[in-house]
């Protein structure tokens, strides 16, 4: 049994800071891992030696002790010298965050795919630090200038792993072709794509499953939703079709995290490509997490990176069973569910099927000047072909969905 310390460096640059702290405390749950103590510091930057102060050092050297402590986590990702000055001053198992999200990725790849890409955000985040490891064999330097038994071993598990990389970069290159011929047989047959994507536990599995029950799918046809930590972790995609004949493809994907391991990013870049060329993206938002407009931030970060732009997104409050009075988001594709008690769920299809079908109309309004609003907000989320001051007020021929055509029905010339 492991009995883990948790390290955190608060450096005051982000307000959530113990949030990020309490969240590596369910990382470390998740891996059934025992949380015997929490220590914190104060500082404007790590120190370049033990990346907390060389006092708190001191100070965890006890606690270690007082603690019976075997491991130490760190909130943050460590260098690979610092992981080994604190090896050496404190004689104790250190890891980081990125460990830990790479080992529960590790325990819960089922698919050949997960596992490629967890394999190779692994050896890509070893590579480095494996230099570590050999520190004291290497050291035992023969006195001719040839290399020591230690380098000479660092040398070779170095070649391990890097082919190791190239292997498996090369066999997951078989799958992202196979994903790709996948997606451009859809598109020929002009199949509409919506992703599912949001931050962990959200409950994007869980909406997935929401809407086949609503198409009326097979429970064989659902997938695995559970109150952990990266249940998902390959995409998942079903066919659904509305009335009317309007099908649509739906992709669940797997949830992202505050500060998720860039390797990890880099490795998973194959399923999230499913996301970057979806022609809707319903982004899941856990209402019920106190912290979830840090979520959303952080969904939105990784989206960018990945090359998310120009696709509509919902952004889908989602566990609105679990909040008294959800104070509710006012802007444009806002919707409020209860994936878990089949709330609202209706009302979320017809919205993608108004964005994925609906053909947007050109009409003219005339806006009086008293309700400039109304043009300020038509600026931000249409497209006004032309602007006409007149007498009564401005007249706009302008793009709208078929939303945006009804609330503005009273301006229609
Ligand atoms: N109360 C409530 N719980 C919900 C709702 N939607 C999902 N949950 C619960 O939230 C937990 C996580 O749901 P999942 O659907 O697995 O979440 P996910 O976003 O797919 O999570 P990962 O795949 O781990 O990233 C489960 O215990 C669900 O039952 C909801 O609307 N209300
Ligand atoms: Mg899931």
């Known amino acids: 049994m492991e009995r883990a310390i948790l390290v955190g ?17 369910s990382l470390a749950k998740a891996l059934s891992i025992e949380v015997v103590g929490i220590c914190t510091q104060k500082a404007d930057a790590p120190t370049s030696n033990y990346y907390i102060g060389k006092g708190k ?31 050496k001053a404190l004689e104790i198992k250190i890891v980081d965050r990125t460990i830990l999200i790479l080992d529960i990725f590790a325990k819960r790849a089922r698919t050949k ?4 890409q967890v394999e190779l955000a692994q050896a890509t985040y ?6 570590g490891m050999y520190r004291s064999l290497s050291r035992q330097k023969s006195g001719t200038g040839s290399k020591g038994p230690g380098e000479q071993q660092l040398e070779l598990d170095r070649r391990v792993l890097r082919d190791k990389i190239t292997k498996t970069k090369r066999e997951l290159k078989d799958v992202v072709i196979t994903r790709r011929t996948q997606r451009n047989k859809r598109r020929q047959a002009s ?30 046809k659902y997938v695995f939703e559970k109150d952990m930590l990266f249940a998902t972790l390959e995409t998942q995609t079903r066919e659904v079709s509305l009335e009317h004949n309007r099908n649509f493809v739906i992709t669940d994907t797997v949830g992202f995290i505050s500060k998720l391991p860039h390797n990890l990013i880099e490795a998973f870049k194959s399923t999230l490509e499913e996301v970057k060329e979806a022609d809707l993206i319903m982004h899941v938002i856990d209402v019920a997490n106190p912290n979830y407009q840090l979520q959303v931030a952080t969904v939105e970060t990784v989206l960018t990176e990945i090359g998310v732009s120009n696709i509509p997104i919902i952004n889908v409050y989602n566990k609105i069973d679990l909040v008294e ?15 878990l008690n089949d709330n609202n769920i209706d009302l979320l299809l017809k919205k993608i099927d108004q964005l994925l079908y609906n053909e947007i109309k050109t009409t003219n309004l005339l806006i009086p ?36 055509l009804l609330k503005y029905s009273n301006y229609i010339i």
């Open 126 to 131: 070893l590579l480095p630090r494996i230099v």
């Open 113 to 116: 795919e997960a596992m490629l």
């Open 369 to 404: 000047f008293a309700e400039g609003q109304i043009y300020s907000f038509l600026k931000d989320k249409a497209n006004i072909r032309e602007t006409t001051y007149t007498d009564e007020g401005i007249v706009l021929k302008v793009e709208l969905t078929d939303d945006l």
């Open 191 to 220: 199949i509409k794509t919506v992703a599912i994507a949001g931050y962990t536990n959200s409950g994007k599995s869980t909406l997935m499953n929401a809407i086949l029950m609503h198409a009326k799918k097979k429970p064989e």
């Open 57 to 87: 050092v001191d100070i965890l050297k006890q606690d270690i002790m007082t603690l019976d402590a075997n491991l130490l986590i760190f909130d943050d990702e460590l260098s690979p010298s610092h992981i080994r000055n604190l090896e």
């Open 9 to 25: 460096l608060d450096l005051g640059k982000t307000s959530d800071f113990e949030n990020s702290m309490a969240e590596l405390d």
């Open 325 to 339: 009075t959800p104070s509710l988001e006012t802007e444009n594709n806002a919707i409020y569910i209860s994936a």
